[in-house]
């Protein structure tokens, strides 16, 4: 579960935040393949910034702004749309249907449906 004192941060400074976070798994972000790869922990981080980003959205309207061409966040449904693939490619499963809502929750019923 995502606490409050994490969504403030989040919340407060997205750009920094995701920066710091995502920066070392960047080509993961850009490489399907290499995303699938990464140790399960690794995608752990990826997936909970995800979720992150998803509320920060819901709930504060925080995502990325195409009008502002130096912000380098990630719009959250792509973001949310690469995990789930690389997700799904890690598992090996050639489909998965994206329920919504709480990504944690979906990754998480994706890797047991492999088990």
Not at 38 to 61: K, M, N, P, Q
Not at 70 to 94: F, N, Q, T
């Amino acid at each position: 579960m995502i606490d409050a004192k994490e969504l403030a941060l989040a919340r407060e400074h997205p750009r920094g935040t995701e920066r710091r976070r995502l920066l070392p798994y960047r080509a993961a972000l850009n490489n399907l393949a290499a995303y699938a790869v990464l140790s399960e922990g690794d995608r752990d981080v990826i997936v909970r910034w995800a979720e992150t980003r998803r509320l920060i959205f819901v709930d504060f309207g925080i995502d990325h702004d195409p009008g502002n061409l130096a912000d380098p966040l990630i719009p959250a449904s792509r973001l949310r749309a690469h995990v789930l693939d690389g997700e799904r490619l890690a598992a090996h499963r050639s489909g998965f249907v994206d329920p919504g809502g709480d990504l944690i929750t979906a990754v998480t019923a994706l890797r047991r449906s492999t088990q």
